[in-house]
């Protein structure tokens, strides 16, 4: 036998013993952590019926928290941007598109992402948002999400918005540009805040687009997790619009607004 054949053999057995042990330390991964859904935390069990299975083993997602997700009506998605419109709007026609009504166990996800360190949930999110969006036949020529500040982001260690936008723009083959949108300073929560008015003013001027990047003629579409009176969007919307945007629409996971 040649040594050519030999070392060949003997790298075969060693890649099949190194995916046997791949194999075997992931039975017992699973064993140990097995999967367990997003929203109640309940173990997954394997499903036989192949939606059921997608839903589980793509989503993290069981058959109960899926059956009482709240979904909006297709015909209910589309809402304005503005809870408070005013005469003299730049944007007045803006839409955001909403796929969940603001209720559990959307309500406890979104918190999850934000304030405890659930990342991970943002998948499961963007998949019903990516959804609904493809219903509508979407043309857009970028993705952006809502940024967070250098403080918040710090503090966070990472950006929710984005944790929706990346997958999305994936799946709807649309180019990702979390760059090209900054928050040029730091704002109070905006669900501090439950007069509309103080809402408006507390993101006023907070965005600005970089120099060096240009937006004439582009189709942008807006990402952020949650719309309560859409003064972010709406605000976020006139910065791309001042640079040339010839589109802005916005999507959010979930608004409390009819």
Request: a positive charge; glycine letters at 4%; aromatic letters at 8%.
């Amino acid at each position: 036998m040649c040594a050519f054949c030999s070392v060949s053999k003997s790298s075969e057995t060693l890649c099949i013993q190194d995916k046997d042990q791949v194999s075997m330390g992931s039975r017992l991964c699973n064993a140990l952590f097995p999967p367990a859904c997003v929203f109640c935390g309940h173990v997954l069990l394997k499903e036989k019926d192949e939606a059921a299975a997608f839903f589980s083993e793509k989503l993290s997602l069981c058959r109960r928290c899926l059956a009482i997700l709240p979904l909006r009506f297709p015909g209910d998605r589309r809402i304005s941007c503005l809870c408070n419109p005013y005469e003299g709007d730049p944007v007045p026609y803006m839409q955001v598109l909403v796929p969940f009504r603001y209720e559990d166990p959307i309500v406890q996800a979104l918190r999850a992402i934000k304030f405890h360190d659930a990342p991970y949930i943002g998948i499961t999110l963007s998949f019903f948002m990516s959804e609904a969006l493809l219903a509508e036949e979407p043309l857009f020529d970028a993705v952006i999400p809502i940024p967070l500040s250098s403080k918040r982001r710090k503090k966070r260690g990472y950006n929710q918005a984005e944790l929706l936008a990346e997958p999305l723009a994936r799946r709807i083959n649309v180019p990702y540009l979390p760059s090209f949108l900054i928050r040029t300073r730091h704002t109070g929560q905006q669900s501090r805040f439950s007069d509309p008015i103080l809402r408006s003013a507390n993101i006023s001027n907070a965005f600005k687009v970089p120099d060096e990047f240009d937006l004439d003629g582009l189709s942008i579409l807006l990402v952020d997790d949650v719309t309560t009176t859409g003064n972010t969007l709406h605000e976020a919307a006139i910065t791309l619009y001042r640079k040339g945007a010839r589109y802005v629409a916005g999507i959010a996971a979930a608004s409390g607004r009819l």
